[in-house]
Nanobody, 124 residues
Framework: QVQLVESGGGLVQAGGSLRLSCAAS????????VGWFRQTPGEGREFVAA????????YYADSVKGRFTISRDNAKNTVYLQMNSLKPEDTAVYYC?????????????????WGQGTQVTVSS
């Protein structure tokens, strides 16, 4: 089992940047595919980005492509989500999730392990 803790959320103006971190404990993170999701009140969890443990391949939702970058530092057991050119519609609670599988999953039911979430608020 792996435990996940997100950090780095906050309040930022539109056009600004934030870097979210997802720190893992309990198991070696390097053998897990990790995804970032976000959720707004009354909505389901929306896929944002994911990184595979096999070859560090990445996949992004169209809404964030070109603005967000997912990366991992296996030595620190941490996955990052660099968010640039933020928009008010990026406002949400952001969650990281992990699964021990080869490919990338883009739906929330593909991930058994979740962090507690971190709030990102983008003001206009």
């Amino acid at each position: 089992q792996v435990q996940l803790v997100e950090s780095g959320g906050g309040l930022v103006q539109a056009g600004g940047s934030l870097r979210l971190s997802c720190a893992a404990s309990g198991r070696t993170f390097s053998s897990y595919t990790v995804g970032w999701f976000r959720q707004t009140p009354g909505e389901g969890r929306e896929f944002v980005a994911a990184i595979s443990w096999i070859d560090d391949s990445t996949y992004y939702a169209d809404s964030v492509k070109g603005r967000f970058t997912i990366s991992r530092d296996n030595a620190k057991n941490t996955v990052y989500l660099q968010m640039n050119s933020l928009k008010p519609e990026d406002t949400a609670v952001y969650y990281c999730a992990a699964v021990r599988r080869r490919g990338i999953a883009t739906t929330s039911d593909g991930y058994p392990y979740w962090g507690q979430g971190t709030q990102v608020t983008v003001s206009s």
